[in-house]
């Protein structure tokens, strides 16, 4: 090969390497092999499986659609599972943002304190996913607990109430995260500050007080955030796993066992054999409800959520 | 919104939302203050916040840890772990925020979908395929699956935040650059770079404040006792077949939400503004 024609190749190269959509993809390369290693083969993976008795130890054997089978018709685990998650969903999500919605309007004041709360409320959050919180929950509602003890000085009579019994176990963990409410407000106050001036002047002209202002004013106007933070805390409390494994580990009675810690279960027994073709379709599942629920609340946008 | 208020009003005002502030943390200052108590005065003096009796006692029997490891080892580990993904996430997830923002090329819109539906897909429903995968590829028992897959931007959040960052900075710029001879490659590290670092402090704190707080992984990845992070280690701390007490576990707990209090109480504003302009979870 002669000289000139290596040196053509070379500018060739270059050129090539140096056009936009060369270095678009070379950009993104780390995002699509990360995307192929680290989601799509494992899914892909786990799909197979679903459908396989696989026990880790000895190789899968292909049973077809019996692990789904056995999940929707025998299973009264899955059920209590799916109930316990759906509950926790359904009453701890509204709540969080209800929450985060009034603190929000509280902290939307102008004074020189202000920054000092927002960062006090919000510091729970921060920290509310580590293990030492879960500790510390449980050992502030343990019968001799903290929580008990301040009950005692206010109600005399109420001592060694059982938080962790079958029926306020979970209530324990709602608390939890309604406790949590932190990032949602942050999000509420900063849409409350792009709110112009202008419409509450306008509305108060026309006669409107206090009350009404919120109503007919703010409100509707913070409906696509509040819509955005019940999406987001929605697929959070449907995910819940450290909290709810550490504070009460699915018990008393599986009455706080999360969907998620009845899969991890299924995978890693603490006695007998792994069911990892079983897990595999109880996380399909879940990928599904939880697809379901953000495409029905998407749907819902429309009907409720204010768009400017 | 600036509306007059009569003194006595604001006074309540600040009452009221200095009891509620206390609320929020009392939990907290409870963990903290109770640590410092004598170990039996713990339980019987729960409704009392600030100790009677201070005492370091805590403190030095539950560093020694248990199984041969203080913990000194396993916060060593944590801060490896932390440190290193966090390292990954900032850079390939800039590369790729860039690309995303700034550059045309073919399955952009594809990617950027895909982008988007990483952050639907989070760590609990990928735990069993994960572990399945990383199974076949001997990565179970080693720190690989905590720290490697970070270095491919598969966390769509940091992509989005540092997104929105590069849509703030004006083209001219880039365009300046290109008149100037500048490659794609140079103008990303010589210009677009040094102008995201806000970005890249906030996304820092939540990436590192997360992987410190991973208890799945570790859970699911860590076998040997030397290789444990603060949060698996906190956990079979709090057992008490491991020989710890409530001081000692109260104590260590306490340390270990050092650094993610630190990091927030020094770079709250960025933390905050962070969580405004995207909205994530927390």
Known sequence: ?308 | MKTERKPWKEVLYHILVAAGALIMVYPLLWMVFSSFKPVDTILPTAKQLIPTEWTLRNYIQGWKGFMGYTFGTFFLNSFFISLTSTFGTLLSSSLVAYALQRLQFKGKKILFGLVLSTMMLPAQILMIPQFMWYRHLNWVGTYFPMILPYFFAIQGFFVYLIMNFIDGIPKDLDEAAKIDGCSYYVTFFRIILPLIVPALVTSAIFSFIWRWDDYLSALLYVNRASMRPISLALQLFNDPSSGSDIGSTLAMSTLSIVPATVLFLIFQKSLVEGIASTGIKG
Request: proline share 4%; net charge positive.
């Open chain 1, 1 to 308: 090969m002669s000289n000139r024609s290596l040196e053509r190749r070379e500018s060739g190269f270059t050129r090539w390497f140096h056009k936009e959509s060369t270095a678009g993809l070379i950009f993104s390369l780390p995002f699509i092999i990360g995307f192929l290693m680290f989601l799509l083969i494992p899914m892909a993976l786990s799909l197979y499986y679903s459908f396989c008795k696989y026990d880790i130890q000895s190789p899968p054997t292909w049973i077809g659609l019996d692990n789904y089978i056995k999940i929707f018709t025998k299973d009264k685990t899955f059920s209590k599972a799916l109930g316990v998650t759906v509950y926790f969903a359904l009453i701890g999500t509204p709540l969080k943002v209800i929450f985060a919605l009034i603190v929000a309007l509280i902290l939307n004041h102008e004074t020189r304190a202000v920054g000092f709360y927002r960062a006090t409320y919000y510091l729970p959050s921060i920290i509310g996913g580590s293990v030492a919180v879960a500790i510390l929950w449980r050992r502030m509602f343990e019968s001799n607990g903290t929580i008990n003890a301040i009950l005692s000085t206010i109600f005399p009579g109420m001592t060694g109430f059982n938080w962790f019994g079958e029926g306020p176990a979970i209530w324990v963990l709602i608390i939890l995260t309604v406790w949590q409410f932190g990032s949602s407000m942050l999000i509420f106050l900063s849409s409350l500050k792009q709110i112009p001036m202008e419409l509450y002047e306008a509305a108060s002209i026309d006669g409107a007080n206090g009350i009404k202002r919120f109503f007919h004013v703010t409100l509707p106007l913070l409906t696509p955030t509040i819509f955005f933070n019940l999406v987001q805390q929605t697929i959070n409390s449907f995910l819940a796993f450290t909290q709810s494994k550490l504070i009460t580990n699915g018990g008393p009675r599986d009455s706080t066992l999360f969907y998620t810690v009845y899969q991890y279960n299924k995978a890693f027994p603490a006695l007998g054999k792994s069911q990892m073709g079983y897990a595999s379709a109880l996380a399909w599942i879940m990928l599904v409800i939880v697809s379901l629920v953000t495409f029905l609340l998407f749907k819902s946008r429309s009907k409720w959520v204010y768009d400017a």
